[in-house]
């Protein structure tokens, strides 16, 4: 039997607590991404926006074209 995920998986984030970790990195001339597959692979985010309450980080690319970090296999 799994044991169930951590909280701090499904909690999500504050645009606050999400600003402070950003913050952290001494180069903030990084790139930012997006990974919806725990580091696999990520998206350019394109756009930042405000939808039903929530603020999205969007890809708006027309054919998506990830970067892969781990072999599949």
Known sequence: MSS???EWKSR???IAGL???LQSFEDQSLEVRISI???DSSYPIS???KVDGRCLLMNSQSSPAPLHYRPKG
């Open 19 to 21: 600003i402070r970790e």
């Open 4 to 6: 169930p995920e951590p």
């Open 37 to 39: 597959d725990d580091g």
């Open 12 to 14: 999500g984030k504050t």
């Open 47 to 49: 756009l930042v926006g």
